[in-house]
């Protein structure tokens, strides 16, 4: 069993940077590729990044590649996602996920997930 609680959600102005990070509870996450997903008010959810079980491959959507960087410490068991150059249309919950295989970029592909966090982008 994994949990994943994320943190770090906030107010920041356009062209500023947030840190958002993910605890996880469970050894068993290192075995998984973590994600963030991101949901704006009235949309789907959408794919971020992702990183692998090792953390030596990453992904990201081309919305955001460049300017967000994954991490992730398997010792500390953190999934951590930094955002720079944050425009308005990044305003969202951002979501940390998990999943047993692969390194999906679909939702549905993984198998558990955080409550998510605010990130609210100001003009």
């Known amino acids: 069993q994994v949990q994943l609680v994320e943190s770090g959600g906030g107010l920041v102005q356009a062209g500023g940077s947030l840190n958002v990070s993910c605890a996880v509870s469970?050894?068993?996450?290192?075995?998984?590729?973590g994600a963030w997903f991101r949901q704006a008010h009235g949309q789907e959810r959408e794919f971020v990044a992702a990183?692998?079980?090792?953390?030596?491959?990453?992904y990201y959507s081309d919305p955001v590649r460049g300017r967000f960087t994954i991490s992730r410490d398997n010792n500390k068991l953190t999934v951590s996602l930094q955002m720079k150059g944050l425009k308005t249309e990044d305003t969202a919950v951002y979501y940390c996920?998990?999943?047993?295989?692969?390194?999906?970029?679909?939702?549905?592909?993984?198998?558990?997930w955080g409550q998510g966090t605010q990130v609210t982008v100001s003009s």
């Open positions: 996920a998990a999943a047993r295989r692969g390194i999906p970029a679909n939702d549905y592909e993984y198998d558990y």
């Open positions: 990183v692998s079980r090792s953390g030596d491959l990453t």
């Open positions: 469970g050894r068993a996450f290192i075995t998984y590729a």
